[in-house]
């Protein structure tokens, strides 16, 4: 059920994660939501859903083959998309490196669903 009522325009969000259960984890979190949600498994294909999806929100995973989140951060418009890095590690480092690449919030897995939701309507509001 959503937190609230539904946007008459939904907010697309973009999850970029290698792992598919997580995909699907937190596809499932958004839609409940009534966010609409794209996908995608690497970084390349993230850039492509990008220019094709226009997500307001990206949830991005860094460690990935190929072009990593932090990669994918720094070649994004950060004023036509806001970056949610959602790792497994949770490393100040990692986190400094990520905000300095663009990157609007860090979270950790696991994760609250609830911390997710906020950060997204703190990033994209609905319309």
């Given amino acids: 059920m959503p937190r609230k009522a539904p946007s008459p325009k939904r907010r697309v969000v973009l999850v970029v994660d290698d792992d598919d ?3 699907r984890l937190v596809r499932t979190v958004l839609e409940a ?3 609409e949600v794209v996908e ?23 460690m990935m ?4 989140g932090v990669e994918v951060c720094r070649q994004v418009d950060h004023d036509k998309v806001k970056v949610i890095i959602l790792t497994a590690r949770d490393d100040p480092v990692l986190e400094e490196d990520c ?5 609007d919030a860090f ?3 696991p994760f609250s669903s609830i911390e997710l939701l906020d950060l997204i309507d703190e990033l994209a509001p609905a319309k």
């Fill in 21 to 23: 259960m997580i995909r």
């Fill in 33 to 35: 939501d009534d966010l």
């Fill in 40 to 62: 995608a498994s690497n970084g390349d294909r993230a850039l492509e859903m990008v220019a094709s999806a226009q997500p307001a929100i990206m949830v991005l995973d860094i």
């Fill in 65 to 68: 083959p190929g072009l990593n």
């Fill in 99 to 103: 905000r300095a690449a663009g990157a």
């Fill in 107 to 109: 979270i950790t897995k």
